[in-house]
Structures are given as structure tokens and as C-alpha cells.
């Protein structure tokens, strides 16, 4: 039997019948993304901001980075910590004390920043949440298109927004006899660029300009901050430009644009932002989408085409519907799939790893977190859109010469992934980061995904460098105590609760470099090269235990009874959840997963650790456990209306998309399997694929 996509879809559709603050509704292309207010556009911003656990309306672009004047060009000045590696010293950025202002510029700069508010003003004045009634919002997920209702004045607004699925463009159609009175206009507002949450910084006017051009119907607004220059671009259909100046400079950085009086009172407007320079993307000249101006798409035009685009993505890839089952929790279960594909077409199609808030504000500065990636994206692979995943893939092979000059300033061989940085691939310093090893066999695992999803030796040959220098580091991090080969000091593992200086042997990173190491030699193998890691992969030490559990650290005895190590994420059942190692033992997994579920502290985990913990139930055979950890009411474990992941208790993480992501592998996990579902889950699939080890 076909699922019926569109059903699937549409019922799932984010309704909203008053104002929902703590949830608002984005649209997007993966590249590109605005944030709405009920209104449809960002007309309350300063609302929305307020509250410390805010979920800012923003709009943001992967390529929108600005430093402020004052960042360090490098981090050339930076002192190192001296970490004992086996009779060497090893530096690492750590410590911030002495060199505050350095560590701290290093870490903010480049930021992600706000490209510019978009909202509406009512007789030329800023409207009020007050005088706003009968608010209704839809968001279509089958169309891609946000549909808002509301009233002022007494009388109705209704605006439709989307953006363009392959240009950063917002398209918005506003339909109100105050449009007609001239009463109801569309204001922008262009921000100095942050490195909070917001991206935004009202209160540094002099530290950016704005200037307008008028030519053609057209306006263009081009924005210069700090060596950043950016445009926008507004195409207004039926509005006459007359009596603006050819060109003029903004010393507030605000405009209205007002549609006069005597029209229809529809108004269709697009909103095209463009870089010009960026000086972190520089190099290579593809990221810089802005060149010769090209006339934008008509409203009309541009609508077909998003329609067209999204009722493409929504056929093209994997689809599970679980409306026939008789569990209750199937149909929370099926918005939560549905919204996340939603949300990672429109955060995470590009071409690099997303932050972990996506396009929708700062979190670390808009930074990626490379140990993220593979909850961010790995998904794709399963559920039949393994392009998607090759996009933000490729960052690797932009930043090994960077992954190199890493390694080799440590004395290692090889290629060592950045953990927290900005598009360049820069390490920015931190007490952690700096410390973290498993996100490096990350490029293997998403690289050998990508090949089973579409096996072509022409992708071989294009990641061999890059899954061989990996492997190159790994084994060259490794250090050998006789004849057993261990992960010692110094790191700090996925559980970021142990001493760097003391860890021995964390099981995660243990089996995960066992896995990639023996992977690497197959990969090889494909090319017709020998083998050259699997000795040191069979070498290495076994996953600790103790009492018929799996331990956190091989130096952890008292995993589960002594604070801190009953916290944060219980990364040891991951070996046996994201992989399937062959030295665990299943009894003892299932028995450790049970100690875990008895002591652990759940307010201390994050939004993946909750798919992970089911992926490793799963594996067990534990289906019912499965489903009841990935729906366990916790704090972090929060699914808002718009289907983001939010981290209860944190006022930076309004939303997680690891969460979101680790959902649909632990979902696309269970659909290729042949265990299924449980008995109460009647699961019709379609277009998964199995790739997962």
C-alpha cells in the first residue's frame, strides 16, 4: 500500500490560534532562514526577545559571519596549556587566565549575525501586542508557505511568507484594506552584527552604514560592517518609486516602504539578501552567491516554485506513517518525525555543518560543533536523501590542510578535526572542545554512508584522503602499553565529566576508533589498496567493565554511584546504539542499559542522548523500551509546537536540532530493521534505506 504524502504531511501542519511566543514558525531553504512572529514577518522582534529563554526572530544566511574590528587576524598569540602525552608535551588552548580578552575574542569572532528585520507599521508608528486580535497561523509543510490572520484596527491582515528554495529570498503577499488606506506599511530594520543569541545589536549605530539605492522598480540597501558588505534587494510589485532619491544613505538603518494610498490593497514584496564580501568565506569564491544582479522571480513565479520544490521533497525521500497504529503515542510520535524533516530541510542544507541552533539564532556563536555533525545530518543517509548529507560532507576536504596543520602542531600524523569552529575550520579555544576525540572518525562514518546509499568508486577516490588522514591521526593518537594499544590522556570523552590529564580508555571513543580503523582498511580494500590499520584496531584494549556493567572510563570503577559521572551523556551505550561492536557483549549492554535507566541524572541529558539510548535498547531487542525512552517526558527530551527540540532549563538552546536529527536515525534505524516495531505500532514504510553499521 503507498503512503499518501500528502496526508502524512499536512496533518501535521502547525495550527496556531493565539499568539505563541515560545514556538514561533520558520521558513526557509537550508541555507537560508527567516523567523516569524504571528504576523508573518518580525514586526515584534523586541517582544519576542525578551524573555531570557527567548526564541528570537531572526534572519539568517550559512554565509552571514562578522567579527567585530577588533578580533585577532589568528590565534598565533594565544598560550597554550602543556599537557604530558607519554614523555612529550603536548599544547592545547585551555586556560584563559592572563589572556581573558584574547580567549574570549577568539572564541565570539566570527559570529553569525542577524541580516535584517522585517516587520510591519501601522500609521508609520510600531504597532502593539495589544492592539492585535484573532491571530491565526498556519504553516503548510507540503507547500513550504506560512499563511497568518490577525487583526488591528479593526480591521484584517493576512500575509502569506515563504522564501525561494534555491535563492535567499523571502517572498511575502499582504492582503488588508490598510494596505489600500495607506495605513499598513512594511519597515526594515538592519542591526550591527552580535555574537549573542539574537545576532542582533541595536545599540552600535555608528559601527555599520546603510545606503539605498532606487533604480528600475527596485531598491537595494547594501550594508557595510566591518569589512562585511551585504545587500538586500526589494522587488515590490505595484509600488511607485518615485520621488525616492537615485541613491541615499540610512543613518538609522530603517526604512518604510509604503505602498500609497488608492491601491488594491495587496502587496507583494521580495527580499533578496546577497554577499559581496565576507572575509571568512573569501576562499574559495563559490560561497559568495552575490554577482551581476539578475531580475528576481515574480511573486507568482516564485510560489510555483517553492511548491513544486517542497512537494518534491516530501515524495523523493523516506516516508513512515503510523497513523494505523493503536499505541497513543503514535501520532506524537509521527508530528515529531514529520516536523524534524521539515525543520532540517530548512536548517541544514548547505554546505557547511550546521551550528546546533541552526539558522535560527547563536548558540556558541553560531560556530559548528563537529562532534554534532552526526546527529545533524547522518539521518539524511537513511532516509533515502544521502545528497543532503554529501553537502556539508565536503567541508572536510575544504579544511584538511587545516585538520593537518592540527595534527602536526601536536605531533601527530595525519588529519585532527576542529571541534568548535567557524567556516575556515579554526579551533576556538575552550576549556573542552579543544579536548574532545569523538567527532574525528565522524568523515568515515558519514562518508561510508553516503557510499552504501549509492555505491560509486568515484566517491571513493574523492574521500580516500580524507577517511586515510583520519585514520592516520587516530592510530597515531593511540599509544601502545605492551602489547595492548589504548585511548589515554590526554582527551576528554563524549561524557565531558572526566579529567583529561587521568582518562583511560572511554568505551565510545574506544570502539568508535576500532570501527572507523577497520573501516578505513575496507574502503581501501574498494580501491584496490592493502590493508594498513586493522592490526592496531584488533589491539585495542576491550570496553571497560566492572561488576557486570560497562564503565564510563577504564579509571571510572564508580560510574554509576559517584557525582559527576552519573551525568551528562551515558556515551557507553552508544557502542552498542551508533555502532554495533562486535566485543560488546549484548547481556552485559542490556544489564548496564538497565543501571542507567535506575541511577542516571535525566535532567543532565541532552536532546540526543535520548535517540541514542533508544537506538542501543533497539539493538538489544528492547522495542518497547525503545519507544518509551525516545518519548520519556524530560526536560530535554522537549518537542515544542513547531517541532523544535527545546533544552528545558537552558536559556541559549530554545531549540537543539541534534535532537531533532538523532530522532529520525533512531526512527530510520528501526524502519529498515527487521525487528520492526513493537506490536502496538502498525508502521507502513517507504524509501529507507539500511546504511547504518
Not at 299 to 314: N, P
Not at 584 to 600: F, G, I, N, Q, Y
Request: aromatic residues 12%; contains cysteine.
Amino acid at each position: 500500500m503507498v503512503i499518501d504524502r500528502h496526508a502524512l504531511v499536512s496533518r501535521h501542519n502547525p495550527r496556531y490560534t493565539a499568539i505563541t511566543r515560545g514556538a514561533p514558525l520558520s521558513v526557509g531553504n537550508g541555507t537560508f532562514c527567516f523567523t516569524a512572529d504571528f504576523t508573518g514577518l518580525q514586526t515584534f522582534f523586541d517582544a519576542y526577545n525578551a524573555a531570557d529563554d527567548s526564541f528570537p526572530l531572526c534572519t539568517m544566511a550559512e554565509w552571514g559571519w562578522h567579527s567585530y574590528p577588533d578580533a585577532p587576524a589568528d590565534a598565533s598569540a594565544l598560550r597554550l596549556t602543556p599537557f604530558d602525552t607519554f614523555g612529550r608535551t603536548v599544547g592545547y588552548p585551555v586556560d584563559p587566565s592572563g589572556q581573558e580578552e584574547l580567549f574570549r575574542s577568539l572564541r565570539q569572532n566570527p559570529h553569525k549575525f542577524h541580516l535584517g528585520i522585517i516587520g510591519f507599521t501601522l500609521d508609520n508608528a510600531p504597532l502593539s501586542l495589544a492592539a492585535c486580535t484573532a491571530c491565526e497561523q498556519t504553516l503548510d509543510l507540503w507547500t513550504g508557505r506560512l499563511s497568518s490572520r490577525w487583526t488591528v484596527a479593526s480591521q484584517p491582515v493576512r500575509a502569506e511568507t515563504f522564501v525561494h528554495p534555491w535563492e535567499d529570498t523571502l517572498y511575502v503577499r499582504v492582503v488588508s484594506p490598510l494596505i489600500a488606506a495607506g495605513k499598513l506599511r512594511v519597515s526594515l530594520r538592519f542591526p550591527y552584527g552580535s555574537h549573542t543569541k539574537s545576532g542582533a545589536d541595536f545599540t552600535h549605530s555608528p559601527g555599520h552604514s546603510t545606503a539605498l539605492h532606487s533604480r528600475g522598480g527596485e531598491l537595494t540597501f547594501e550594508r557595510v560592517m566591518d569589512g562585511v558588505r551585504y545587500r538586500l534587494r526589494v522587488r515590490a510589485g505595484g509600488i511607485s518609486l518615485d520621488g525616492l532619491p537615485g541613491t541615499a544613505s540610512l543613518p538609522d538603518h530603517t526604512f518604510t516602504i509604503d505602498a500609497g494610498t488608492g491601491r488594491t490593497g495587496t502587496l507583494a514584496l521580495a527580499f533578496c539578501f546577497e554577499p559581496m564580501r565576507i572575509p571568512v568565506l573569501d576562499t574559495p569564491e563559490d560561497f559568495i552567491k552575490g554577482g551581476p544582479e539578475q531580475e528576481l522571480p515574480s511573486f507568482s513565479q516564485a510560489e510555483e516554485t517553492c511548491r513544486a520544490f517542497w512537494e518534491g521533497y516530501w515524495t523523493a525521500g523516506g516516508a513512515l506513517d503510523l497513523s494505523a497504529s493503536t499505541d497513543r503515542r503514535a501520532g506524537e510520535l509521527e508530528r515529531r518525525l514529520v516536523l524534524s524533516q521539515y525543520l532540517m530541510a530548512i536548517q541544514n542544507r548547505g554546505i557547511f555543518p550546521p551550528a546546533e541552533t541552526g539558522l535560527s539564532c547563536n548558540s556558541w556563536y553560531g560556530k559548528f560543533h563537529l562532534e554534532m555533525h552526526f546527529w545533524h545530518s547522518a539521518h539524511f543517509a537513511l532516509w533515502g536523501r544521502a545528497a543532503l548529507l554529501k553537502k556539508s560532507l565536503a567541508f572536510y576536504r575544504r579544511i584538511l590542510p587545516v585538520a593537518r596543520c592540527i595534527a602536526a602542531s601536536q605531533g601527530y600524523t595525519g588529519a585532527r578535526w576542529p571541534k568548535m569552529c567557524d567556516p575556515r575550520g579554526f579551533n576556538a579555544p575552550s576549556s573542552i572542545a579543544v579536548l574532545l576525540l569523538w567527532q574525528q572518525p565522524h568523515p568515515i562514518m558519514l562518508a561510508e554512508l553516503c557510499y552504501r546509499a549509492a555505491p560509486e568508486e568515484a566517491f571513493l577516490r574523492e574521500y580516500r584522503d580524507v577517511v586515510l588522514e583520519t585514520a592516520q591521526f587516530m592510530e597515531s593518537f593511540i599509544h601502545w602499553e605492551g602489547g595492548r594499544a589504548v585511548l589515554a590522556a590526554p582527551y576528554i570523552p563524549a561524557q565531558e565529566r572526566h579529567d583529561p590529564k587521568t582518562i583511560l580508555n572511554a568505551p565510545y571513543e574506544l570502539e568508535y576508533f576500532r570501527w572507523a580503523l577497520k573501516q578505513v582498511d575496507g574502503w581501501l580494500a574498494r580501491l584496490g589498496e592493502g590493508p594498513c590499520f586493522g592490526e592496531t584496531a584488533e589491539r585495542l584494549a576491550l570496553p571497560p567493565q566492572k561488576d557486570g556493567l560497562y564503565l564510563a572510563a577504564e579509571n571510572c570503577p564508580d560510574t554509576f554511584r559517584t557525582f559527576p559521572f552519573y551525568t551528562d551523556h551515558p556515551a557507553m551505550l552508544a557502542m552498542y546504539g551508533v555502532l554495533a561492536s562486535e566485543k560488546v557483549d549484548p547481556p552485559r549492554m542490556s544489564a548496564t542499559l538497565d543501571k542507567v535507566l535506575e541511577v542516571w541524572d535525566w535532567e543532565s541529558l541532552w536532546g540526543w542522548d535520548f535517540p541514542m539510548m533508544a537506538m542501543t535498547a533497539y539493538r538489544l531487542g528492547r522495542l518497547e523500551d525503545a519507544l518509551d525512552i525516545l518519548l520519556r517526558d524530560s526536560p530535554k527530551n522537549t518537542y515544542l509546537p513547531n517541532g523544535h527540540n527545546k533544552q528545558s532549563g537552558s536559556d541559549e538552546l530554545p531549540l537543539y536540532l541534534p535532537g531533532n536529527g538523532g530522532l529520525l536515525l533512531a526512527l530510520g534505524m528501526m524502519a529498515t530493521d527487521t525487528r520492526g516495531f513493537p506490536p502496538s505500532f502498525n508502521v507502513q514504510a517507504e524509501g529507507m534505506l539500511k546504511v547504518l553499521p
